[in-house]
């Protein structure tokens, strides 16, 4: 697995439990020199044992190359959304042969919440004009369908509603995601079943299937 945070020193706490647990893993901040990043890389790839590898977001970007792991965890996100895309993208690299869920967390009744729906506001004119309008000519698409207000009203739609979701089912919005949910969402036999064997919303969390031609899971819990 890769966790990727913002915060060195995060990472520092990790680590310290980690090799308390005597487990085997590879780190690379802004810290770690060019050469030193190319070992850890090629001992992660090739050596099942050392099975974390923990990442400063921002250090973590271009030419890292982890296809050997098929599970990535954002312990916190970013204030922009590609850089949080370009962590996920280092599992999805040539070589690549399992399915990835990446799990995303966010802490209940935070400021992470608002970080969350900023993120999906910056993506909104990606959306418009990349994925959703596919556009040929102003106002058409390839396809041949018309860019109605209706699919415009669709694009802008934000896709993290966590807070209106909790009120309306009664959830404590300060408590958190539960056990019964915790397990469900690291099942990957459901998680990766056509279709997806899990609830798409949860209580305290969604899933978001990625509409490429791999198969990854997005988990917006808590």
């Known amino acids: 697995m890769l966790i990727f945070s913002q915060f060195t020193e995060t990472l520092n706490i990790m680590e310290d439990y980690l090799m308390w647990r005597d487990w085997r893993h590879r780190r690379i901040d802004g810290s770690v020199k060019v050469q030193d990043r190319q070992k850890y890389m090629d001992e992660f790839n090739s050596d099942k044992d050392i099975f974390v590898f923990m990442l400063s977001t921002r250090a973590g970007g ?69 994925s959703g309008g596919n556009f040929a000519k102003p106002g058409q698409r390839r396809d041949g369908g018309d860019f109605t207000v209706e699919t415009l009203k669709a694009l802008l739609a934000d896709d993290v509603k966590l807070d209106e979701r ?46 490429g031609s791999e198969s990854m899971l997005d988990k917006v819990g808590s």
């Open 166 to 211: 909790g009120e309306a089912v009664g959830v404590d919005r300060l408590a958190g995601i539960d056990e019964t949910e915790i397990v469900a969402i690291m099942d990957r036999a459901q998680l990766f079943a056509e279709p997806c064997k899990l609830p798409i919303e949860g209580k305290m969390y969604d899933i978001i299937v990625n509409a």
């Open 62 to 130: 271009l030419g890292i190359n982890l296809q050997a792991a098929d599970t990535v965890i954002l312990f916190d996100s970013d204030w922009n959304p590609h850089q949080d895309a370009q962590a996920q993208d280092r599992a999805h690299r040539i070589g690549q042969k399992s399915n990835v869920s990446v799990y995303r967390l966010l802490t209940t009744g935070s400021v992470e919440i608002d970080m969350m729906e900023k993120q999906i506001s910056k993506k909104k004119l990606e959306r418009m004009t990349v």
